[in-house]
């Protein structure tokens, strides 16, 4: 698992990954590992992963997650009920949702090259 996130990049779009491995149910699915690893195994592990990165996530300055999150080509995916995994403690949810709205607004409103403060 280790190895196909990292091939993803920023932290963002591991956790977009992720996610999309999730089923409604909150089963997570990866061909590949259920293969060699077998589906609740794989499951298990994926899930774990996931958690791990929102942690990351949180660890992370905020000008580091405003630069990823403007990596992420539409961050509108970025959507807290697809981001974070359902089983994840509230408090982590409410801490996850406000970096990511306080990443968007910074990068939203920052001074881009070129332009000049009102």
């Known amino acids: 698992m280790q190895r196909t996130l990292s091939s ?7 956790l ?8 409604n149910a909150g089963q997570y699915h990866h061909w590949g590992l259920e293969r060699d690893h077998g589906v609740e195994e794989s499951s298990a592990a ?3 992963a996931h958690r ?12 580091e997650a405003v630069v990823e ?17 359902p089983m994840l403690e509230p408090c982590l949810r409410r801490h996850t949702d406000y970096v990511l709205e306080a990443a968007r607004l910074i990068s ?11």
């Open 108 to 118: 939203h409103h920052r001074i881009q090259p070129g332009e000049r403060a009102a």
């Open 69 to 85: 999150v403007e990596e992420v080509e539409d961050s509108k995916q970025l959507e807290l009920k697809k981001i974070c995994p």
């Open 46 to 48: 994926i899930k774990e």
């Open 52 to 63: 791990d990165l929102i942690l990351k996530l949180l660890e992370m300055p905020v000008e």
């Open 8 to 14: 993803l990049g920023n932290v963002w779009k591991q």
């Open 16 to 23: 977009l990954f992720t996610a999309s491995l999730r089923t």
